[in-house]
């Protein structure tokens, strides 16, 4: 089970931190991602870590937002620095293929 939290309304320029907590799984042996999906657009990819550690991005994204993960609280992290409208949806964690939180709603707007 994963419960994703950190959400909220924020203005542009903002930040938000949304962490995703792991239960009742191994997680320190999964890749953890976080995808999100915007008001009439498909799921897309954010960005990846790595069971060993290493990060990837979507470009539009990159620079600007960062995943971390700490296996000793089974949680990953993605800390959202210079917020734009367009950053707005929900926010969904991933662990490996198949496993996927609820969504967090982030809103970014003035």
């Known amino acids: 089970q994963l419960q994703a939290s950190g959400g909220g309304l924020v203005q542009p320029g903002g930040s938000l931190r949304l962490s995703c907590a792991a239960s009742?799984?191994?997680?320190?042996?999964?890749?953890m991602g976080w995808y999100r999906q915007a008001p009439g657009k498909q799921r897309e990819w954010v960005a990846t870590?790595?069971?060993?550690?290493?990060?990837s991005y979507l470009p539009s994204v990159k620079g600007r937002f960062t995943i971390s993960r700490d296996n000793g609280k089974n949680t990953v992290y993605l800390q959202m620095n210079s917020l734009k409208p367009e950053d707005t949806a929900v926010y969904y964690c991933?662990?490996?293929?198949?496993?996927w939180g609820q969504g967090t709603q982030v809103t970014v707007s003035s």
């Open positions: 991933k662990l490996g293929p198949q496993v």
């Open positions: 009742g799984i191994i997680f320190s042996i999964h890749d």
């Open positions: 870590i790595t069971s060993r550690g290493f990060s």
